[in-house]
């Protein structure tokens, strides 16, 4: 019997041990499957820490590509001449409707509608066979003209002439004209003269009732409730025409080869061309260099300081908040801070393309075909497509799908470039 208790305690003791022991086990897997699923839950925080700073990067790197990298631009060139049916190679301005694109010669004005060119002469009613710029009156359609010797006036298929002997206007050589508000204004060599349409008036102004130091008068341009007038050595003139006042802006330092202070008022008095931008921005064309005004804030530019292509600037055009800057040695395109410049090559005939952004690399572009001469007298738009008039005829730009691609190529692999890059074209080299 106590042999009995004695096997039968020794079994519920081995069995009591065995229990202990299982649950010994038990408790190793536990802990070691515990560590197991602490490992992996640290694995996947570092591996979810790794993805979200590569996110980030990433964004970083997209968002200053998107604030630096080059926008589409210009790439596809096509030239307008003699052999097109111009009356000349020389064009002195160019104006695009949104029906046809105007076009002034030294021997008469062009007008391009559905692909064909039509020239207009002073035997079809023209004042003068020199055009020297081209306005519309968006209200009425009328086109009017500029030129060597008195104003025209197209309008129904007729033309109209005004000059000394009959009527109010201020000289024969008229060099700038707009249309404002219902008012002619024209820029002349004698003066600027305004003619009130609907009251058939017209007012002449000059040295005797405007501050007016030469009445050598380049260019006019409307502006909000201004007028602004480029004079020929007297620097820039602003009109008021809700207070009925002139106001003028001159050169401060008063010196004719240099600039003595920088960003101290116009850059030069010889001004050649006016315009103003969405941002109500007022832009000056000087054959000194480049100035832009904002009511507040004078901004000069020179080839030796910014990326202008030439100090020598004929004519400035603006559309939304970027001016083009024609000059003697190519274009510009600027809003002040970041900068298009577009030159031909004359060895290669090719375009040579520059992007400067304020605040990242130069990228330098090369383009197969471009305008036909460096020095450009006339801008316009017609939507997208850009016009330009040059010494040896016209030009139409426009942006293809190549630029584009382009462009977005240049934001996904920005960063990889420290201090210029080079791009080309499609078809293209590097310059």
């Known amino acids: ?86 009356p000349s190679n020389k064009t002195l301005c160019v104006l695009a409707t949104a029906d046809d694109v105007w076009a002034g010669t030294d021997q008469g004005l062009t007008r391009f509608t559905d692909g064909q060119w039509r020239t207009y002469t002073p035997d079809d009613g023209l004042a003068h066979r020199a055009v020297l710029a081209i306005a519309e009156d968006s209200r009425t359609g009328d086109i009017w003209i500029a030129t060597m010797g008195g104003l025209s006036r197209y309008s129904a298929g007729r033309f109209d002439t005004f000059t000394q002997r009959t009527s109010g206007l201020a000289n024969d050589v008229v060099y700038g004209v707009t249309v404002w508000r219902g008012q002619v204004w024209a820029a002349t060599a004698a003066g600027a003269s305004r003619y009130d349409v609907a009251r058939d008036r017209w007012t002449i102004f000059d040295e005797t009732n405007t501050p007016m130091h030469e009445i050598w008068c380049y260019s006019v341009i409307g502006c909000e409730n201004n007028i ?143 305008f036909p001469h460096n020095y450009i007298l006339g801008v316009s738009f017609q939507g997208d497509d850009l016009w330009l008039a040059t010494e040896k005829g016209l030009a139409r730009a426009k942006m293809t799908r190549d630029s584009q691609v382009h462009a977005t190529d240049t934001r996904r692999h920005r960063g990889r470039h420290n201090d210029t890059t080079d791009r080309t074209t499609k078809g293209a080299t590097n310059p």
């Open 228 to 370: 602004y007038m480029a004079v020929w050595g007297g620097g820039l003139l602003e009109y008021n025409t809700g207070r009925d006042r002139w106001k003028d802006y001159r050169d401060p330092d008063g010196e004719m080869e240099i600039d003595l202070f920088r960003n101290d008022g116009l850059i030069h008095d010889v001004v050649a061309s006016v315009d103003c931008d969405a941002k109500r921005r007022v832009w000056i064309a000087t054959y000194f260099g480049l100035s832009s005004y904002d009511g507040r804030r004078w901004r000069n530019f020179s080839e030796t300081d910014s990326p202008l292509v030439s100090n020598f600037v004929n004519y400035v055009a603006t559309r939304e908040d970027l001016c083009w800057i024609a000059t003697d040695n190519g274009l510009n395109a600027s809003n002040r801070d970041d900068w298009w410049a577009y030159r031909r090559d004359d060895a290669t005939g090719k375009g040579v393309i520059s992007w400067h952004p304020e605040d990242g690399p130069v990228e330098r572009f090369t383009t197969d075909t471009i």
């Open 1 to 86: 019997m106590s042999l009995m208790r004695r096997h039968i305690g020794t079994v519920t003791l081995r069995g009591k041990g065995n229990n202990a022991h299982c649950h010994s086990e038990r408790r190793e897997e536990s802990r070691s499957l515990l560590g197991k699923m602490l490992r992996v839950a640290q694995h996947d925080i570092q591996r979810l820490r790794f993805a979200l700073v590569c996110s980030a990067m990433c964004a970083v790197t997209a968002l200053a590509a998107s604030i630096h990298a080059a926008p589409p631009y210009y790439d596809h060139w096509e030239t307008f001449d003699n052999t097109d049916g111009l």
